[in-house]
């Protein structure tokens, strides 16, 4: 048994991805799960969300674990549905000690010819989605005096993009929250981090590529300044990061950016 034995984590775009990937890895240290996702396709971005029948094979590989799953559809823009499921979390589980705000999108769109729908879409879900996801979960962190929080920002949350102002303007925002909910947090024992990584080898860089008719390694290559030879990170490198900041091993860490970057920041 790991780092998290007895522990709850509660990742919200948990079906496929980052998300998956870190479910997996924190339960395999002892972690019980709540795994959250919109399981569906949204109006935005047009590619592929993660699938209820997702949500189901992650639960079934959880339990092969000996951990405890609890599967909750919801759009971290509904406060209804993520009031439901950490309402479901506490009665399970009984506390939620480590969130991961991952759930996230990413589209490409210049500004002259951005539509409102797109700006909005981007900053719902990236940014204010982490926010509505937060407040519902900290007041059990509160209570218990006891907690990590860890924000899925990107390199773009310390760096630009071009034709991803609204994409760069929601992570630049969640690394502020980082740093806010830092300050109000730490007096109940809460920590909160934000994580930076380049490039991954997810369903997410698929969609874009489809999105823009190139292919994912084009868009990597596009987007790349990596200084290491490898044109993306692996889903499993960042569920490392985040097992690591979301450990005891990481206990006076709080309102710090981790970068995971390949170097592509150093230049
Ligand atoms: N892929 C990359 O290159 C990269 C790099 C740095 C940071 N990130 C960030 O990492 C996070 C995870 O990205 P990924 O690459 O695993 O993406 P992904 O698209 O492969 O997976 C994202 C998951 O989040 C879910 N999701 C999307 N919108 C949601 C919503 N409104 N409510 C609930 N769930 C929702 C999806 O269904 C999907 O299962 C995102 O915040 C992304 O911005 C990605």
């Given at each position: 048994?790991?780092?998290?034995?007895?522990?709850?984590?509660?990742?919200?775009?948990?079906?496929?991805?980052?998300?998956?990937?870190?479910?997996?890895?924190?339960?395999?240290?002892?972690?019980?799960i709540v795994a959250f996702d919109v399981a569906k396709k949204i109006e935005y971005p047009a590619y592929e969300f993660g699938t209820g029948e997702e949500l189901k094979?992650?639960?079934?590989?959880?339990?092969?674990?000996?951990?405890?799953?609890?599967?909750?559809?919801?759009?971290?823009?509904?406060?209804?549905?993520?009031?439901?499921?950490?309402?479901?979390?506490?009665?399970?589980?009984?506390?939620?000690?480590?969130?991961?705000?991952?759930?996230?999108?990413?589209?490409?769109?210049?500004?002259?010819?951005?539509?409102?729908?797109?700006?909005?879409?981007?900053?719902?879900?990236?940014?204010?989605?982490?926010?509505?996801?937060?407040?519902?979960?900290?007041?059990?962190?509160?209570?218990?005096?006891?907690?990590?929080?860890?924000?899925?920002?990107?390199?773009?949350?310390?760096?630009?993009?071009?034709?991803?102002?609204?994409?760069?303007?929601?992570?630049w925002g969640l690394t502020g929250l980082t740093k806010a909910w830092a300050i109000e947090f730490a007096p109940y024992n809460i920590r909160v981090v934000s994580i930076?990584?380049?490039?991954?080898?997810?369903?997410?860089?698929?969609?874009?590529?489809?999105?823009?008719?190139?292919?994912?390694?084009?868009?990597?290559?596009?987007?790349?300044?990596?200084l290491l030879p490898v044109p993306w990170l692996e889903v499993e490198d960042v569920a490392n990061l985040v097992a690591y900041v979301a450990s005891d091993k990481a206990?006076?860490?709080?309102?710090?950016?981790?970068?995971?970057?390949?170097?592509?920041?150093?230049?």
């Amino acid at each position: 048994m790991g780092d998290f034995s007895g522990k709850t984590a509660f990742i919200t775009g948990a079906a496929h991805g980052q998300g998956r990937a870190t479910a997996l890895l924190l339960a395999k240290e002892g972690a019980d799960i709540v795994a959250f996702d919109v399981a569906k396709k949204i109006e935005y971005p047009a590619y592929e969300f993660g699938t209820g029948e997702e949500l189901k094979s992650l639960k079934a590989e959880i339990e092969a674990l000996g951990r405890r799953a609890l599967i909750a559809a919801g759009d971290v823009r509904s406060d209804a549905a993520i009031s439901r499921a950490v309402d479901e979390a506490i009665a399970a589980f009984g506390k939620i000690d480590i969130l991961f705000n991952n759930a996230g999108i990413c589209a490409y769109a210049a500004v002259d010819t951005m539509t409102d729908d797109e700006w909005d879409a981007m900053i719902d879900i990236n940014l204010k989605g982490p926010f509505n996801v937060t407040r519902r979960v900290v007041p059990h962190m509160m209570k218990a005096k006891s907690g990590v929080i860890i924000n899925n920002s990107s390199t773009m949350g310390l760096r630009g993009g071009k034709r991803l102002s609204h994409y760069t303007a929601s992570k630049w925002g969640l690394t502020g929250l980082t740093k806010a909910w830092a300050i109000e947090f730490a007096p109940y024992n809460i920590r909160v981090v934000s994580i930076h990584p380049t490039g991954v080898n997810t369903p997410m860089n698929d969609g874009l590529a489809a999105l823009e008719g190139s292919t994912p390694l084009e868009i990597a290559e596009r987007s790349a300044g990596n200084l290491l030879p490898v044109p993306w990170l692996e889903v499993e490198d960042v569920a490392n990061l985040v097992a690591y900041v979301a450990s005891d091993k990481a206990r006076y860490a709080t309102g710090s950016q981790f970068v995971l970057d390949a170097g592509l920041l150093t230049v």
